[in-house]
Structures are given as C-alpha cells and as structure tokens.
C-alpha cells in the first residue's frame, strides 16, 4: 500500500516481498490519487455505512459524475441519461475486514453495481452499463454510449473509469509479467522502454448528441465523429497485441467517419512502453497515416502511468 497518496510515492512493501523473484513485487514506486477516503455521503444522500461499505473506486465515479453533469448544465436527474462506467471494485476487499460488509453496502463491491450505483444515486434512467475490457474499458464504455445516442436508447450519457491501485495482489502479478517498469517509469517509444508504471486516476464526461447540444447550447468540449471495436480472435494470446485488428478497428472508425487517416494531424497512441507493444503498434500506425507532412504520435501515459 502507498505510504500517503500523492504523485510517484513509494510503497510500502515487506521487504520479503520486494524483489525480482517468484511471488514478489519488482517495483516501489507508483503514482495515487489523495485523500481517497474523502468522501461527502451526505451531498449524495447516503448513510456513513452506506459509503463505508462502498468501493472506493465507486464512490470516485459517484463523485465525478456528479461534478462532470453539473458542469454540463444539463437536467438529469430522473432524465433519460445513460450511464457507461468502469472500474476496479474489488479493491475494497483488500483493504475491508469481513465484519465492515452488511446486507446493504456490500453490493457496491460487486462489478455490476459500478454503472448501477452511479445511476441509483443521481437518478438516471437511461441504461446502465459497467465494461470491463482491461486497458480498453473506458474507450469500451465510450463505444457503448456512442452506439446507444446513435439508436436512442438514451437522450444523454456519462461515461467514465476509475483505477485505484490497492489490491496487492495486481502488483505481484504485473510484475510476474513483467509489465511493470523496475525504476517506476513509463517510456513510451524509448529504446529502453522496459514496461509501464501503474497509476490512479478518474476520469467522466458527458455525451450528447452533436445537434441537440447545438440545440441546447451546450458548451462542446470536443465532438466524437465515429468509434469502432474488434477483437484479436485466436491470432495472439490475450494481452498480446496484434497489429492488423488494431489498424483494422481504426480503419473501420474512419470509414464510418467518412474520413480518411491521412486527415489528422495527431495521433494518441496506447504505447504502454513496453518493448513489444509500442513497436507492434507504431509501426502499422506509421503505414496507415503516411503522408508527406509530420505525423506527431503520443501517450499520456509517459507522464501520468
């Protein structure tokens, strides 16, 4: 567990732990959110046992949802609003002793009340989805509410994703793995890239329709033109990347964009640094946008994990 939460602390780890052995944890450094046991029960309507009993990781999209809506100026409660959410519920187990669960609370640890605690507590009547697709879960959940605005299964939606890092178990296994970076570090697209640092962080937005945000006049913070998901099939092992399902996912996206790669002028990558992934996925990236001008790439994950 981290000493206190806040960017790139160390963690506390028996020394027995620590190491690059069978069973132990091949780095101590990682960056958390703080003071994640803050939370105002009462803003939502909630007993002390009630958010005691939730996972923090829910209550971080409760809140965040909460603020992300406020922001939009849109009315939502008892409204037609999807709600598209992923996280890590499970960290609450880690960190709960067995008597601090009771009938009531104990559901919000389960991964099908992420989506539905977050719709109960701000009274959201469009559907509620939770997703859970490993790195690709939030960008899963945008899918989703694109695809459900499109049919009109909803009016609006929040989507959103929350990963908190206290399950002790998660580093043991990243790091048999070797996933995990030894010096805590990210370096995408660096020849030393060794693999990636684990980070906290949550996120939500808002989605609507383009012409009933005009209609509303809504502030836009950018404009979604398409989105396309596919899977790897039997081509690799999970985790393992396979460059043509990637390229072929992106492709898909901008033909239902009518638009063509060539067009942008930016591209985020995944690029987790790690020595098979940001090749495998740079290199299709450099043939499907070639142009005669500067491609810039990047990864967000160089700076927060």
Known sequence: MPETHGCNRKIAIVASWFGPGPGQVCVDTGSFLKDIDLFDN????????????????????IENSFLALMDSGIDYRNKNVGCYMSANPGDLMTVSEPDEFDALGSFANSPAMVANKVSYILDLLGPSVPTDTACSSTATATHLAVQALHFGDCEAAVVGGCQLNHRFMDW????????LAPNGKC????AAADGFARAEGCVVVVL???????RDKDHIYATILSTAVNASGSRA???AP???RQRDAMLEAFRRADRHPK???????????TAKGDPTETNWVGESFHRDRELIIGSVKGNIG
Do not use: C, W
């Open 263 to 273: 067009d942008v002028d930016y591209v985020e990558l995944h690029a987790t640094g």
């Open 172 to 179: 043991i296994a990243y790091s048999q793995g070797s996933l």
């Open 237 to 239: 092992p999970a985790g």
């Open 242 to 244: 396979v460059a043509e």
């Open 208 to 214: 609507k329709r383009l012409e009933d945000a005009v």
């Open 42 to 61: 009462l803003e939502f309507g909630l007993s002390v046992n009630e958010a005691r009993t939730m996972a923090p990781a829910t209550r971080k999209l």
């Open 187 to 190: 370096k995408p697209f660096d």
